[in-house]
C-alpha cells in the first residue's frame, strides 16, 4: 500500500494543475469577453463587439491617412472642429491649405492667394503629391475630405477590410458629368496606394490625361478623368460591400435624406447620380461613412450620437465584410476604358474651362 501514495500524490497534483488551468483559461476568457462586449463603465458603444476590437483580432487595421482641404479663414471656422472630432480617429491627419497653421498641423500646398474655393483642384492636386512624397509607404489608404465633412473611421475601415491596398481603387460617391464617371468631392473618397502612387507618378504630369493646375477646376470631376486614364477602377460605395446596396458617402446634408420628400433632394444631385437617390430611412447604409455640409455644431452632434448615447437592450451581431479576390474586383468593377478623355486635348465634350 506504501507504494500507492506516491502515484495517488501524482494524480492529486495533476488533478490541481489542470484545475488551475481551466480557471486560469476561464478567466482570461471571461476578460476578453468583458473586452469584446464593451460593458465596461464609460464604454462608448452599445455595440455586441466593436470594429475596433474585430479589427485586431481578425486583421491588422487598414493604415489610413486623412487629408482635408481648408483655407486660412476657415481653420478656426471648421478645420479645428474636425481635428477635434473624427480626425482624432485618423491614422494620420494633414490638412492642406494657401497657408500653414502649426497648431493643427496645416501644411500649404498652394501658393498663399491660391486658397479659395476656386482653387480646389490645385489644392487637392498638390496636397495628394505631398501626401505621397511625405507618407505614401506608410499608409494603405488615403482619404480626401473637405473641413466640412464628418466621417465615420469605423465603418470606412470596415469597408476597407474587404480590399487590397496594392491594387488601384477609388471608393466614393459614383456621379457622372460629360459621359465622365467620377466620385463626388463634397462627400469625400479614398485612393489605394496603388491609387495615388499613379495618379502622382503618371498621371500629374501629363497633361494630356489629366488636367494641369489651373483655377476654376471641378476638382472631383478632374481627379475622376487622371485616375481612369491610369487604370485606377471606380468603386461606388453603393456596391462595395456584399448585401448593402445603399450608398455610403453623401454629397449633401444627410437631412436632406432622411427627409422623405423628393423636393427634400436637389435636381442636380438625382441627374448626375449615378445610383437611384432614396429618401427617409430607407437611404442610406447602416454602415454609412461620410456627411457634407456638416457645420461644427453638427459634428459634436454626431459624436455624440455615434460614440456615447446607447440604446438600451440594443445588441448588434458585427461581421467583417469577406475579402474580395482580385478577380472579384476586376469582374465586380471593370475599368470605364472612356477612350473620350484617352487625350484630352481632343476631348469632345467638356466644361469651358477645362
Not at 492529486?12 to 476561464?26: E, N, P, V
Not at 455595440?47 to 482641404?69: D, F, G, N, Y
Not at 455644431?297 to 448615447?309: A, G, N
Not at 438600451?312 to 477612350?339: A, C, D, H, K
Request: aromatic content about 14%.
Amino acid at each position: 500500500m506504501a507504494k500507492l501514495r506516491p502515484n495517488f500524490g501524482w494524480q492529486l497534483r495533476g488533478q490541481l494543475h489542470l484545475l488551475t488551468g481551466f480557471i486560469a483559461g476561464f478567466v482570461c476568457a471571461f476578460m476578453l469577453l468583458l473586452h469584446i462586449y464593451d460593458v465596461r463603465d464609460g464604454g462608448s458603444s452599445g455595440i455586441s463587439m466593436s470594429l475596433e476590437t474585430q479589427l485586431h483580432l481578425r486583421l491588422a487595421p487598414a493604415r489610413v491617412l486623412c487629408m482635408v482641404l481648408t483655407c486660412p479663414e476657415y481653420v478656426e471656422l471648421y478645420a479645428r472642429h474636425v481635428h477635434a472630432t473624427w480626425g482624432r480617429r485618423c491614422g494620420k491627419l494633414v490638412f492642406v491649405s494657401s497657408e500653414s497653421y502649426e497648431p493643427l498641423g496645416v501644411v500649404q500646398v498652394v501658393d498663399a492667394e491660391g486658397g479659395s474655393y476656386h482653387d480646389l483642384w490645385n489644392k487637392t492636386r498638390e496636397g495628394f503629391r505631398h501626401v505621397w512624397q511625405q507618407y505614401g509607404e506608410q499608409f494603405d489608404w488615403f482619404l480626401k475630405a473637405d473641413d466640412d465633412t464628418y466621417v465615420i473611421m469605423e465603418n470606412l475601415h470596415h469597408m476597407l477590410s474587404a480590399y487590397d491596398a496594392n491594387l488601384p481603387l477609388y471608393f466614393g460617391y459614383q456621379m457622372s458629368r460629360y459621359n465622365v464617371s467620377y466620385m463626388s468631392g463634397g462627400a469625400s473618397y479614398v485612393l489605394s496606394r496603388e491609387a495615388l502612387r499613379r495618379f502622382v507618378t503618371q498621371a500629374y504630369d501629363s497633361d494630356k490625361i489629366c488636367p494641369g493646375a489651373k483655377k476654376m477646376g471641378i476638382e472631383d470631376f478632374y481627379m475622376g478623368i487622371c485616375l481612369q486614364n491610369v487604370g485606377v477602377h471606380l468603386i461606388d460605395s453603393t456596391r462595395a460591400m456584399p448585401d448593402d446596396n445603399k450608398p455610403k458617402f453623401f454629397p449633401v446634408d444627410v437631412e436632406n435624406y432622411l427627409y422623405n420628400d423628393n423636393s427634400s433632394i436637389p435636381d442636380w444631385l438625382r441627374e448626375m447620380s449615378v445610383s437611384e437617390v432614396y429618401t427617409g430611412n430607407n437611404c442610406c447604409s447602416k454602415y454609412s461613412i461620410a456627411f457634407h455640409y456638416t457645420k461644427p455644431e453638427r459634428m459634436y452632434l454626431y459624436e455624440f450620437l455615434v460614440y456615447h448615447l446607447r440604446v438600451y437592450g440594443q445588441r448588434y451581431v458585427e461581421q467583417l465584410p469577406r475579402r474580395w479576390t482580385i478577380s472579384e474586383v476586376i469582374e465586380m468593377f471593370p475599368l470605364e476604358n472612356n477612350s473620350d478623355i484617352q487625350d484630352l486635348t481632343q476631348m469632345p465634350e467638356k466644361p469651358d474651362n477645362f
